[in-house]
């Protein structure tokens, strides 16, 4: 047995925010003691801070910490998610809406979506987000945890959260830094690299204080200060699947103002040349305009989005830059690139804050000793490429499936040969109504079928088990949806369940 002292003494982290400190929060919860962990940031640097909305596992990396979640909502100026609604990316003046959760509840071995295809069909059944208890719930502006009993339509939806990400990163740091993580402030000036290994030995501040470590987290945001300003990692550049590479972010008056619906939801409506979110937390809504610099200005795209805000600007719109892709390595020699220095989508479907948080997963999974094993460091990256390029595929699905003629961004969209690895969902949909499934998928068949069908993508035949069913499933749909339209009205509504629970005092 080979007795080597292998441990990994010290980490260090380069870069606060979202990313920083979710890393420290969690490493510091995992890793063993007698390693010591360093955050460096600076105050002067500030943060993207536009990932306010996130997706269901997020629930799980707060219990992950023991975060209460009625204190990490007041902390936070929370609100509740149950899901995305669609405005316009199909056809101007139509809505769907991506739930978190099932549409109704299983029945037959055949999919219930065939079932209301066919009634569809036939002029018996509403759009197919009367059949989903997350949109019943939501378009009521009601809310309440689901519950356990599998036999209650209130038992299949989901829900994440809408927060202020910088509060987030404030409430993770403390939590950190109590159970022992150190924070340095001060600015990068200079990465020294080994001459024999060329990992990344210490880094060097503007003030001439070095840190080492022997393992680095490069959560530097889009710089990328290890993986590329140091590595040299290079980049994966997916522009040419999703040209939108500008956002505007600016918040403005909400619900607390009497302005604006307080919706358990994030809303994304398209526009000429991109999209604008909207977000609403308990003090202020969050809104940006994502879009493409080759079919709108700075100045136009600002002017769109304070045009179409809820209430009053509460800052100037904020610009940000970006192209979407990746790094060809995630886990580099020493270092692991975590949150944006990894690479970058559009928040269409709120994946900026779980890419971090999947990030660290892994990173605990596969935690390295000093040897650094690249058939470690190999199963990170191929892990980690996988699920980004299954996101990106969803997104593009998303500007692929348009049918809106009113902007070339989507003309060209809708035109444009997709990767092979998307395409051949979309045709196993088309063709017979199937939600193929590959590895790593984040999104499961609910979500791919909000989107299929949302955007007018509808099958040319249906499952061909359908046509073996003798009994007619119309009237199941009908009970179904009365009974989802019932429970929603005896849950509160989204701002009752707020102020009993989890109201900030702010």
Known sequence: MNTEDRRIRSMVIVG???????????????????????????????????????????KLFNQM????????????????????????????????????????RPFDTVAMHHWWQRANAAGQAGSLDDYCMAWAAASAGRFAPPVPDQRNVLSTYDYAYHFDAGLYARYLRENAEQRGVVRVEGRIADVQLDGGSGFVRSVRLEDGRHFEGELFVDCSGFRGLLIEGALQTGYEDWSHWLPC???????????????????????????????????????????????????????????TLLANLDGKALAEPRPLRFTAGRRRLAWNRNVIAIGLSSGFLEPLESTSLHLIQSGIARLIAFFPDRHFDTLVS????????????????????????????????????????????????????????????????????????????????????????????????TGWLVKLRAAMAAAAQQLPTHQEYIDRFCRSAQ
């Open 16 to 58: 606060g925010g979202s990313a920083g400190w979710m890393t420290a929060a969690a490493l510091c919860n995992s890793a063993p003691r007698g390693c010591a962990i360093t955050l460096i940031e600076s105050e002067e640097i500030g943060t993207v801070g536009v990932g306010e909305a996130t997706i269901p596992p997020i």
């Open 65 to 104: 910490l023991g975060l209460d979640e009625a204190e990490f909502l007041r902390r936070t100026q929370g609100s509740f998610k149950l899901g995305i609604q669609f405005v316009d990316w199909d056809l101007p003046g139509r809505r769907y809406f991506h739930p978190f959760g099932t549409y109704g």
């Open 245 to 303: 590479d500008r956002a505007m972010a600016v918040p403005c008056e909400g619900a607390r103002a009497g302005v604006g619906e307080f919706t358990p939801y994030t809303r994304s409506t398209a526009r000429t040349a991109g999209w604008q979110w909207r977000i609403p937390l308990q003090h202020r809504t969050g809104n940006g305009y994502v879009y493409c610099s080759k079919h709108l200005s700075d100045d136009e795209a600002a002017t």
């Open 378 to 473: 190999d199963e990170y990256n191929r892990i980690a490429n996988s699920e980004m390029e299954r996101i990106r595929d969803f997104i593009i699905l998303h500007y692929r499936l348009n049918r809106r003629t009113d902007g070339d961004l989507w003309r060209h969209c809708a035109n444009m040969a997709v990767p092979d690895s998307l395409q051949e969902k979309i045709a196993h949909f088309r063709g017979f109504g199937r939600l193929v499934q590959r590895e790593y998928d984040l999104f499961g068949p609910s979500s791919w079928l909000a989107v299929h069908v949302g955007q007018g993508n509808l099958p040319e035949r249906a499952d061909p088990l359908l046509d073996y069913r003798e009994f007619d499933g």
